[in-house]
Protein backbone atom coordinates (compact mmCIF):
# COMPACT_ATOMS: atom_id res chain seq x y z
CA UNK A 1 0.00 0.00 0.00
CA UNK A 2 1.13 3.62 -0.82
CA UNK A 3 0.37 6.27 1.51
CA UNK A 4 0.28 10.22 0.66
CA UNK A 5 -0.31 12.64 3.97
CA UNK A 6 -1.76 16.17 3.62
CA UNK A 7 -3.16 18.67 5.53
CA UNK A 8 -0.37 19.85 7.06
CA UNK A 9 0.46 24.09 7.62
CA UNK A 10 0.96 27.09 10.03
CA UNK A 11 -1.56 27.51 12.51
CA UNK A 12 -1.47 29.70 15.91
CA UNK A 13 -1.83 27.79 19.13
CA UNK A 14 -5.27 26.97 19.95
CA UNK A 15 -6.27 26.49 16.92
CA UNK A 16 -7.24 23.39 14.80
CA UNK A 17 -5.78 21.03 11.48
CA UNK A 18 -6.99 18.21 9.79
CA UNK A 19 -4.58 15.65 8.38
CA UNK A 20 -5.60 13.31 5.56
CA UNK A 21 -3.69 10.16 4.36
CA UNK A 22 -4.49 8.65 1.47
CA UNK A 23 -3.83 5.54 0.24
CA UNK A 24 -3.47 3.26 -2.92
CA UNK A 25 -4.82 -0.75 -3.10
CA UNK A 26 -7.82 -2.50 -2.77
CA UNK A 27 -6.70 -4.01 0.92
CA UNK A 28 -6.40 -0.69 2.82
CA UNK A 29 -9.55 -1.72 5.26
CA UNK A 30 -7.35 -4.68 6.69
CA UNK A 31 -4.70 -2.66 7.69
CA UNK A 32 -4.01 -1.03 11.19
CA UNK A 33 -2.98 2.54 10.33
CA UNK A 34 -0.75 4.92 12.61
CA UNK A 35 -0.08 8.13 13.00
CA UNK A 36 3.29 9.21 14.15
CA UNK A 37 5.56 12.68 14.16
CA UNK A 38 8.85 13.93 14.27
CA UNK A 39 10.07 17.10 15.94
CA UNK A 40 13.47 18.72 14.92
CA UNK A 41 16.18 16.80 17.51
CA UNK A 42 13.82 13.96 18.22
CA UNK A 43 12.91 10.38 17.72
CA UNK A 44 9.54 9.95 15.72
CA UNK A 45 7.04 9.44 18.54
CA UNK A 46 3.34 7.62 18.04
CA UNK A 47 0.71 9.74 17.83
CA UNK A 48 -2.74 7.87 17.34
CA UNK A 49 -4.07 4.75 15.83
CA UNK A 50 -6.59 3.22 14.40
CA UNK A 51 -7.61 -0.60 13.33
CA UNK A 52 -9.17 -2.53 11.05
CA UNK A 53 -11.89 -2.74 13.24
CA UNK A 54 -12.42 0.74 14.56
CA UNK A 55 -10.58 0.12 17.76
CA UNK A 56 -8.29 3.86 18.43
CA UNK A 57 -5.19 4.42 20.80
CA UNK A 58 -3.98 7.63 21.68
CA UNK A 59 -0.39 9.00 23.34
CA UNK A 60 -1.21 10.52 26.54
CA UNK A 61 0.38 13.98 25.57
CA UNK A 62 -2.75 14.35 22.67
CA UNK A 63 -5.53 12.40 24.48
CA UNK A 64 -9.00 14.62 24.26
CA UNK A 65 -7.25 17.27 21.41
CA UNK A 66 -6.69 14.46 18.82
CA UNK A 67 -9.31 12.35 17.05
CA UNK A 68 -8.40 9.90 14.43
CA UNK A 69 -10.41 8.18 12.12
CA UNK A 70 -10.45 6.03 9.06
CA UNK A 71 -12.92 6.36 6.16
CA UNK A 72 -12.80 2.77 3.97
CA UNK A 73 -14.54 3.90 1.17
CA UNK A 74 -12.43 6.51 0.72
CA UNK A 75 -9.29 5.04 1.24
CA UNK A 76 -8.47 7.54 3.88
CA UNK A 77 -7.18 8.13 7.36
CA UNK A 78 -7.67 11.09 8.94
CA UNK A 79 -6.47 13.09 12.22
CA UNK A 80 -8.27 15.90 13.39
CA UNK A 81 -5.93 18.18 15.61
CA UNK A 82 -7.79 20.39 18.22
CA UNK A 83 -6.41 22.90 20.95
CA UNK A 84 -2.96 22.68 19.42
CA UNK A 85 -0.09 23.68 21.30
CA UNK A 86 3.66 24.71 19.90
CA UNK A 87 5.17 21.20 21.49
CA UNK A 88 2.58 19.94 18.68
CA UNK A 89 4.90 21.50 15.85
CA UNK A 90 6.66 18.07 14.05
CA UNK A 91 6.67 16.55 10.30
CA UNK A 92 3.44 14.13 10.78
CA UNK A 93 3.78 10.65 9.25
CA UNK A 94 1.01 8.16 8.13
CA UNK A 95 1.91 4.32 8.48
CA UNK A 96 0.26 1.21 7.75
CA UNK A 97 0.69 -2.28 9.38
CA UNK A 98 -1.03 -5.79 10.14
CA UNK A 99 0.46 -6.13 13.06
CA UNK A 100 -1.77 -6.11 16.48
CA UNK A 101 1.03 -3.69 18.34
CA UNK A 102 0.11 -0.08 16.89
CA UNK A 103 2.36 2.45 19.00
CA UNK A 104 5.61 0.97 17.96
CA UNK A 105 7.23 2.47 14.67
CA UNK A 106 9.20 -0.24 13.41
CA UNK A 107 6.32 -2.53 13.04
CA UNK A 108 4.95 -0.37 10.06
CA UNK A 109 5.63 -1.97 7.02
CA UNK A 110 4.75 1.14 5.10
CA UNK A 111 5.09 5.09 5.78
CA UNK A 112 3.77 8.26 3.73
CA UNK A 113 5.77 10.80 3.03
CA UNK A 114 5.16 13.28 5.98
CA UNK A 115 3.56 16.87 6.18
CA UNK A 116 4.98 19.64 8.44
CA UNK A 117 2.74 20.96 11.21
CA UNK A 118 3.98 24.19 12.72
CA UNK A 119 2.27 25.54 15.69
CA UNK A 120 3.29 29.21 16.83
CA UNK A 121 2.39 30.88 20.25
Known sequence: VQLQASGGGLVQAGGSLRLSCAASGR??????????????GKEREFVAAIRWNGGTNYAESVKGRFTISRDNAKNTVYLQMNSLKPEDTAVYYCAATRRWEVSTSALYDHWGQGTQVTVSS
Open 27 to 40: TFSSYNMGWFRQAP
